[in-house]
């Protein structure tokens, strides 16, 4: 069973930076690919940012490109999220999530199979 577990999150203000890890258990990340959403306080959950299973393409949204970047540790079976220039919308709850091998990258969460519990992020001004 694919298992990721996300840290970092925390309480920082505006335009402070954070780092968001999240290990996978259970089988390797290396021909997965991995994506991050988030949830806000009575939105929908959206997409954020994700990176394909061999770790050389990426997609973000439009709201943190630019700010944020995602990346792959297939030695350490973990996808990381670095935040950059936080602004207060940025508050929510940041999930984790992982495809079955060897499928395309998506902006769509139904299209991940496995999700973490999320960590949360606060971003005062």
């Known amino acids: 069973q694919v298992q990721p577990v996300e840290s970092g999150g925390g309480l920082v203000q505006a335009g402070d930076s954070l780092k968001l890890s999240c290990a996978v258990s259970?089988?390797?990340?290396?021909?997965?690919?991995g994506a991050w959403f988030r949830q806000a306080p009575g939105k929908e959950r959206e997409f954020v940012a994700a990176?394909?299973?061999?770790?050389?393409?990426?997609l973000y949204s439009d709201s943190v490109r630019g700010r944020f970047t995602i990346s792959k540790d297939d030695v350490n079976d973990r996808v990381d999220l670095q935040m950059n220039n936080l602004i207060p919308e940025d508050t929510a709850v940041y999930y984790c999530?992982?495809?079955?091998?060897?499928?395309?990258?998506?902006?769509?969460?139904?299209?991940?199979?496995?999700w973490g519990q999320g960590t949360t992020v606060t971003v005062s001004s």
């Open positions: 999530a992982v495809r079955e091998p060897f499928t395309a990258i998506s902006e769509i969460h139904t299209d991940y199979n496995y």
């Open positions: 259970g089988r390797g990340i290396s021909t997965r690919v």
């Open positions: 990176i394909n299973w061999s770790g050389d393409n990426a």
